[in-house]
């Protein structure tokens, strides 16, 4: 990890004041928009209330996620501004232990901030980074936010899409494409349109994905279609629904 500075390791909220530098130095660096801030704020208090560990259901979630990558036949990953942030190397070994893509993919794309994430990626590891050509289009979206590469995104059979805007992610479900979506309200679009919703921290999901993986690198796509099969996005969504109201509650008595 680098571009740590300043974050006493034993104050209790060592993780999130790390995670908010981190956004606060991909902003400095012309990587994440200023609207990230804003996406990080509503994910912190999300993750707060989730109890900032990743729930058993979440871990399902991740591990179907991962059966679905390993059974693809084009797997992308899509990278915004915070993603780049927060967790560049750990995009770079899911990509790594899964053949995936990565791609570049901003709801408020500049030509500027496309360049600066990839070559962000590539200091981190990453040998090739999709985005750049953007020459297809995601249907039902306006110009800029629906350009993809057409040899990335849309040809893609199945999509990781984190922190993802949920126009997008409707659309990209609407393209056939099976999403994997990692968002901490569980109430969001986003969530709501995936077949696998990872209600889970970024932080800890991906290396999580990556994890289940490796640990599956072994089994046969029949093993691997069970594991798809059993997932029920409904009752993912449900649990995590639930803990937060049932944190709500203890809290209230
Ligand atoms: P919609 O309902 O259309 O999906 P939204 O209100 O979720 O919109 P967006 O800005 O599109 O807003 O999405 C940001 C999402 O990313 C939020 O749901 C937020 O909880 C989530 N998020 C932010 N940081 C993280 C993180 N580190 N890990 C996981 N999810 C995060
Ligand atoms: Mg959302």
């Known amino acids: 990890m680098s571009d740590e500075v300043d974050v006493p390791a034993d104050h209790p909220r060592y993780q999130s004041l790390l995670t908010r530098h981190r956004i ?19 994910g912190e208090a999300f993750d707060y209330l989730l109890g900032e560990e990743t729930t058993p259901s979440a871990d399902r979630a991740a591990r179907a996620a991962a059966a679905h990558f390993l059974l693809a036949a084009h797997p992308v990953i899509s990278v915004n501004g915070n993603v780049a942030a927060l967790v560049p190397e750990e995009v770079v070994e899911l990509a790594e232990a899964t053949g995936a893509d990565i791609e570049v993919n901003l709801f408020g794309r500049t030509e500027e901030r496309v360049r600066a994430i990839a070559e962000h990626l590539r200091e981190h ?40 805007d949920g126009d997008r992610a409707e659309a990209l479900g609407e393209m056939g494409k099976t999403e994997i979506v990692i968002d901490l309200n569980p109430l969001s679009r986003s969530a709501r349109v995936a077949a696998v919703p990872i ?28 594991i798809v099969e059993a997932f029920d996005p409904a009752a993912a969504l449900d649990d995590a629904e639930r803990r937060l109201r049932e944190g709500a509650v203890a809290e209230d008595e």
């Open 125 to 164: 590891g990453a040998e090739e980074v999709k985005g750049l050509t953007a020459d297809a289009r995601i249907p039902g979206l306006s110009h800029e936010r629906a350009k993809v590469d057409a040899d990335g995104i849309y040809d893609a059979d199945v999509v990781l899409v984190p922190l993802e």
């Open 24 to 42: 606060e130095a991909g902003v400095e660096k012309g990587i994440t928009s200023t609207q990230g801030l804003i996406a990080e704020g509503r």
């Open 199 to 226: 209600v889970d921290n970024i932080l800890r999901a991906l290396p999580n994905v990556t994890r289940h993986a490796r640990d599956l690198a072994g089994a046969s796509d029949a093993e691997l279609a069970e």
